[in-house]
């Protein structure tokens, strides 16, 4: 079993900056693909952001891509999610995601966390 607990989410003006983090515990971490995804209201679950193992390869929804960056510290079991130039359409419920059996779809990943809100005004 894994456990996932995400923070940082916050309020912040628009092309402002937050910095997500994903602590994890329990087995099989270190050995899994990682992402965030996120959620607003009405909406469906998306897919923002994941990281492989070592961390060489990583992954973005094109509605982020340039402005998060996703990276993981196997010493702290940490995977973080800087989000830069935030615009109100980020508006969301943000989760943490691991143990995947492919990358984008959330469905595929077997642990989540509670999800850490992150709301950002104009």
């Known amino acids: 079993q894994v456990q996932l607990v995400e923070s940082g989410g916050g309020l912040v003006q628009a092309v402002g900056s937050l910095r997500l983090s994903c602590v994890a515990s329990g087995r099989t971490f270190s050995t899994s693909t990682m992402a965030w995804f996120r959620q607003a209201p009405g909406k469906e679950r998306e897919f923002v952001a994941a990281?492989?193992?070592?961390?060489?390869?990583?992954y973005y929804g094109d509605s982020v891509k340039g402005r998060f960056t996703i990276s993981r510290d196997h010493a702290k079991n940490t995977q973080y999610l800087q989000m830069n130039s935030l615009k109100p359409e980020d508006t969301a419920v943000y989760y943490c995601?691991?143990?995947?059996?492919?990358?984008?779809?959330?469905?595929?990943?077997?642990?989540w966390g509670q999800g850490t809100q992150v709301t950002v005004s104009s």
């Open positions: 995601a691991a143990d995947s059996s492919g990358i984008y779809n959330y469905a595929q990943y077997h642990y």
């Open positions: 990281i492989s193992w070592g961390g060489g390869d990583t």
